[in-house]
């Protein structure tokens, strides 16, 4: 019997109040992707959907959908023909079980012919059930299904949404369909169907989403073009502002000129994200006007221009107060300023702390071996990096900070590159940020990290699992990126020491635990920054041998696991691996050195010559970074006499001078590569072939 | 569209929500930087009893002192507070119909509901709402909470906060706080400008840093020792006190970003047991 197959179109139509603006575009995505998921799912078939959002509704229109669930039917095979029916035709028990299992009656059972024989079969047939019942529940799970960043709950119903629903009407044809969802109340539609529904609501506001927004950015361009201005649309701007407007109407307005004196940066940020403002330029500069985009006709719009301007004016006004107090002296005498505000309780106050970066910084730069210019153009930069803090348009702005030092500075007639330093010294601010460009904040931007690390490790401040909330990890992570990318080579010890040192005892944690502490925390950053594609036993072989020189590790990470499937390579992890086990046993003893007068056993003789002979290369190749060529030397040299000698000789001899020398000479080998290269003893399984 | 006097706008608020149910309230008389200090709205948002009330609540932010030199800033100010537990699916409508009895024109004016969580770390609070611009000048903050003192909330107060003196600007088509009109003639600048002036210098010149810090941890031993003794109204007072006094130093400039999360963790800690203590009874 051929049904005919009726469809209506569909609507569901979210009143919600006032939804944040980036969330509607998104939240619109999820709903029809959730209904294209849902109706197939059900078998409702059905033509185009459309989705239409504000931040007050969000609509989805499915064309042409189906009244009823397509009917399923499936084909269940069952038993082969001659197991389902004795020589009687009659169904055997197995046969019967089936039908039963089925839950059909013997008289539906049908035979199949297969390439296998002929097969017991049924057909199943699932009841179709109107799209207006499945849509009942649908809907609701739906709904719940879209996803925003932040939830709320706005009755004793457990309901969450972005913000509180007021209604929901759900339209199929003319049938409003009812359904129950938390304590929403249900929005009934009367003598309309879908289209004349939304016929309707285009009366009232532009109900598509992009043809609003190609609206409002028509509007803009217009107005600048017959203003004579640039043309051009904040695009994020844009974007948010079609989702805060249902009915654009454009405003342009002017504000006084003194303002435009406001730093560039801060006219912008007042205007466009406190106030949603568009700003104009002619031939680049900022023009003292504005464009707002407001909602609806018929409003009073020469009283509002005048609220939107004395609005901004007053906001600009505390910029331009800020803006003129910062500089009413030149840039650096607001240094001694810094010492009314507290760096961190117990470690005193930020005016100390530049003094820190001051003398860290010159420290880095005699390091690094950088010229005496620029070595003062840094101490300048650490003298004024944190100047800004005190400044009123930071206290304002928080954001600002170093950007302002910057413009400050510039206009003190600092240089340019101490000024960029400045601003760059907070960089990078996450893993993916952008390093300092300049060579004076890098080396600043290192003194406030170490010295950050350092203050608040030695103050008893730890990061507690994902929770470090002075960023303790971010400093040291950021540190070691700009050693790496500059190529530094710092002796990190040295560093350290230096940065414990000036606190002068300030410090709740002393000297050697607390170095042990910050280079725990960098190591850790710098097994975490080594490629994952790098093994994580070798990278901790690798950081045994110490991170002193953090270019260096990173080369050693790479250069080893290039080399690890070599034969040689494994030959000198065996020779750590058996040294290393040795001396395991006599740890806490004092092993001093080798006395060539006790070698006794040709097999010890044999391994001395070659430590003899070959450690002066392998250490002369380590200093040069040749760390392939020290391993295969490292493991060709010693890998041959050591095997003999264990086989042959007795670490542990009775006579004591002879067991101290051939610890001594154990830990010889051993130290030459670990503490040189890596400690290979600590990789897994080292088998040579 | 009638001027209304500061005043009258007041007593146009209080008649408005009065019909509404809620009691009309005073202000706490501690220093606080907000009307959700206040105990009518800190205390009430806990548990589950319903309960509607509206004040005018004075409030000290001694950062945004401007010495009287800036239009739209003051340290010390006037917020009008409703809070509705719990919240009704109709307040948005109930608020905007508040503005109409203060005789503003919403069809020539645009109300626009922001994006804006609210938070005050301080209190451990926090919730999602709005803020509220009549023709982009921020006049209300419209917030429903989801947490107080830490605590989840099982009934979803409504908080609503007027910006008195912007409302006032909006009626009074005055721009600058100083020139509104408070009542018959008399100025807000009248009655405030010098408070200000004062304050200003107080606040930003003058505090003694190092007092308080000593007050500060006088305060908190005070509050930790009162709460021990389930004396919660009393420990709560000094949650205030404490809480302005680390406002005070802020403003002072003797705290840093670093410091900042510390103290504002410890006051919290404080005002948690206090609810605590609430929640108890």
Known sequence: MAIKKEKSDFLLEINVEELPAGYVRPALDRLKAAFIERLKAERIAHGDIIVYGTAVSLICYIKEMLLRQEELSQEISGPPKRIAFDENNNLTPQGMGFAKNQGVRAEELKMKQTPKGEYLFVVKKTASRPSREVLRSAIPDIIKSIAFPKTMKWDDSGMRFARPIQSVAALLGRENIKFEMGNVSMKIVKGADPAAYLGKIEKTYILDQDKRKKEIEKMILAAQKKAGMDEGVDKNLLEETNFMVKSPVLMMGEFDKKFLDVPKDVLAASMSKHQRLFTLSRDGGLVNRFIAIIDGKGRDLKKMRKIYADILEARLKDSLFFYKEDTRLPFAELTPKLKDLIFQKDLGNMFEKIQRLEELSSFISEKLGINADRKEDIKKAARLCKTDLVTQMVGEFPSLQGAMGMEYSLRSGEKSSVAAAIKEHYLPKGTDDDLPETIEGAVVAISDRIDNITGFLGSGIEPKGSFDPFGIRRNSQGMIQIIKSRSFRLELRGLIKKAIELYKGRLRISGDELEKKITGYIKERLEFLAPDTRPLELKRAVLEAGCDDIVAVFKKVDVLSDISGEKYFLKAAKVCERTSNILKGARGENIGAVNEGLLKEEQEKEVWKAYSADSGTIKELIKQEKYKEATRVYGESFFGPLHEFFDNVLVNAEDAALRGNRLAMMQAVNRLYTNGIADLAMLPQIVVQ | ?281
């Open chain 2, 1 to 281: 569209m009638k001027k209304l006097s500061f005043q009258e706008v007041v007593d146009k608020l209080n008649k408005f929500w009065s019909s509404k149910g809620c009691l009309i309230v005073e202000p706490v008389d501690t220093e606080v930087g907000a009307g959700t200090f206040h105990p009518a709205t800190f205390f009430k948002s806990l548990g589950n009893d319903s309960w509607r009330a509206a004040y005018v609540q004075p409030s000290r932010r001694p950062c945004d002192g401007r010495y009287a030199d800036n239009p739209l800033r003051l340290q010390h100010y006037y917020q009008y507070q409703v809070i509705i537990k719990p919240t009704i699916p109709d307040i948005k409508k109930v608020y905007l119909d508040s503005l109409k009895a203060l005789g503003i024109d919403l069809k020539a004016h645009e109300v626009r509901f922001v994006e804006d969580d609210w938070e005050s770390p301080t209190l451990g609070a926090s919730g999602l709402g709005w803020e509220v611009w009549l023709d982009s000048l921020e006049i209300t903050q419209f917030t429903y909470f989801q947490q107080v003192a830490g605590i989840e909330l099982d009934l979803v107060p409504c908080e609503i906060t007027y910006g008195l003196e912007r409302i006032c600007m909006f009626i009074q088509e005055k721009f600058n706080l100083f020139d509104l009109e408070w009542y018959k003639g008399v100025t807000y600048g009248d009655i405030h400008r010098r408070h200000e002036i004062e304050y200003s210098k107080y606040n930003f010149e003058e505090a003694d840093i190092e007092m308080y810090l000593k007050m500060f941890e006088y305060f908190e031993k005070e509050a930790v020792r009162l709460a021990d003794k389930s004396l919660m109204y009393p420990a709560y007072s000094f949650v205030l006190k404490a809480s302005h006094a680390f406002n005070v130093l802020d403003a002072r400039g003797a705290v840093s970003q670093n410091e900042r999360p510390r103290y504002i963790a410890r006051v919290r800690a404080l005002a948690k047991r206090c609810a605590e203590l609430y929640i108890k009874k």
